[in-house]
């Protein structure tokens, strides 16, 4: 083996990745585009959901393995995937909930999608929520998968968890809740 077999190996190599990780910034952009349209979302308005990358912790480190970079910056879908240490590429979608939509009203709460994708040959492999198992998609489905199955169970999952707050506050009297400090 000489040193421009080695090149040539380092040049497929780079070839290879810049390849999947276009396919996977692909898949991002056809995710948010296709759940920010089932909101209702023009795109212009970046500041209600955004692409967002995430960075990967050892487990050991934080409970949460997928944690946002920075929230309140704009990034370009090949800024926001990232190569996992799992062979997962990663991004999230972050959207800001406002009191009745008004998005010059206060307080707004951020909720986050942490998405990993895989393709292996005509197959897709991915997850919005880390402790489910992948969903299994061939190519030329994920469209339609998408429009039927998994934008309607993103929007439940959020649904469901605020309506889960409401039953505590209303039912659960149980446990004392102070909001504040504690001295």
Request: proline content about 3%; some cysteine.
């Amino acid at each position: 083996m000489s040193y421009f077999d080695l090149c040539n190996e380092y040049k497929k190599s780079r070839e290879l990745f810049f390849k999947t990780h276009d396919d996977a910034t692909e898949f991002a952009t056809t995710v948010f585009n296709g759940f920010r349209s089932y909101l209702g979302l023009d795109e212009n308005e970046y500041d209600l959901i955004k692409l967002v990358p995430t960075i990967q912790f050892e487990p050991e480190e934080e409970e949460e393995y997928f944690s946002p970079i920075d929230e309140d910056i704009s990034y370009t879908p090949h800024g926001a995937v990232k190569l996992a240490d799992n062979g997962y590429w990663i991004f999230s979608i972050l959207l800001r909930l406002h009191i009745d939509g008004n998005k010059n009203m206060q307080p707004a709460e951020n909720i986050k999608f942490d998405i990993s994708y895989k393709k292996v040959k005509d197959t897709i492999y991915f997850k919005y929520v880390q402790d489910n198992q992948d969903m299994q998609i061939q190519i030329g489905e994920l469209e339609s998968y998408l429009k039927k199955n998994v934008y309607s169970n993103m929007e439940k999952t959020i649904m469901e968890f605020y309506q889960s707050q409401v039953k505590f506050f209303l039912h659960d009297r149980s446990v004392e809740r102070k909001i504040g400090l504690i001295a």
